[in-house]
T-cell receptor, first 114, second 118 residues
Framework: AQSVTQPDIHITVSEGASLELRCNYS??????LFWYVQSPGQGLQLLLKYFSGDTLVQGIKGFEAEFKRSQSSFNLRKPSVHWSDAAEYFC????????????FGTGTRLQVFP | DTEVTQTPKHLVMGMTNKKSLKCEQHMGHRAMYWYKQKAKKPPELMFV???????INESVPSRFSPECPNSSLLNLHLHALQPEDSALYLC?????????????????FGEGSWLTVV
């Protein structure tokens, strides 16, 4: 069965530092992968997605993610974090071709210190 | 600005009340979703409507009753809820036709409705 693992529950970084959030997936075929961000009390906003082509995907707010099939990973990166990036980040995978369903990871909470 | 609109943003209801959450989208999407999210947890899928037909029910208790009056609207009717049902309820939509890699579909989320059951 498809699954998504986010090994880091909570990450703290200083403003201006680089960031990498980890995501590992289990999927039998070509995965369809997403990163969403959720600010406190808000809905989920799509940062980026990967479904084919270039394995380095650019998203909004200066985020990027790299798909590595050999490592079953889709890690999210940002070269310089801003205080406004503090939020919950969810990695997700599309369940299959014939169902309209996403499978979410458990999330990583990002704290940013000035 | 979100393209999926949910009302109300906050709802407090008693355990004997009947209330409804409403969701609307005008993106022409044909799949609509209800998710439940507890604090510090990922969203949990409750229901999916695909082309106005219920396609997924994740074994949700019958005190939650979804309704899709048309392709733009999705309701969640609430009756005899328990305090543990207090959560953020997220509506979402996507073009429909699956979430496989070839679809290129994206799920768009609303801001959510905060439900407190007292």
């Amino acid at each position: 069965a498809q699954s998504v693992t986010q090994p880091d529950i909570h990450i703290t970084v200083s403003e201006g530092a680089s960031l990498e959030l980890r995501c590992n997936y289990s999927y039998g075929a070509t995965p369809y992968l997403f990163w969403y961000v959720q600010s406190p009390g808000q809905g989920l906003q799509l940062l980026l997605k990967y479904f084919s082509g270039d394995t380095l995907v650019q998203g909004i707010k200066g985020f990027e993610a790299e798909f590595k099939r050999s490592q079953s990973s889709f890690n999210l990166r940002k070269p310089s974090v801003h205080w406004s990036d503090a939020a919950e980040y969810f990695c997700a995978v599309g369940a299959s071709y014939n169902t309209d369903k996403l499978i979410f990871g458990t999330g990583t909470r990002l704290q940013v210190f000035p | 600005d979100t393209e999926v609109t949910q009302t109300p943003k906050h709802l407090v209801m008693g355990m004997t009340n009947k209330k409804s959450l409403k969701c609307e989208q005008h993106m022409g999407h044909r799949a609509m979703y209800w998710y439940k999210q507890k604090a510090k947890k990922p969203p949990e899928l409750m229901f999916v409507y695909s082309y106005e037909k219920l396609s997924i029910n994740e074994s949700v208790p019958s005190r939650f009753s979804p309704e899709c009056p048309n392709s733009s609207l999705l309701n969640l009717h609430l009756h005899a809820l328990q305090p543990e049902d207090s959560a953020l309820y997220l509506c979402a939509s996507s073009p429909g036709g699956g979430m496989g890699a070839l679809s290129g579909n994206t799920i768009h989320f609303g801001e959510g409705s905060w439900l407190t059951v007292v």
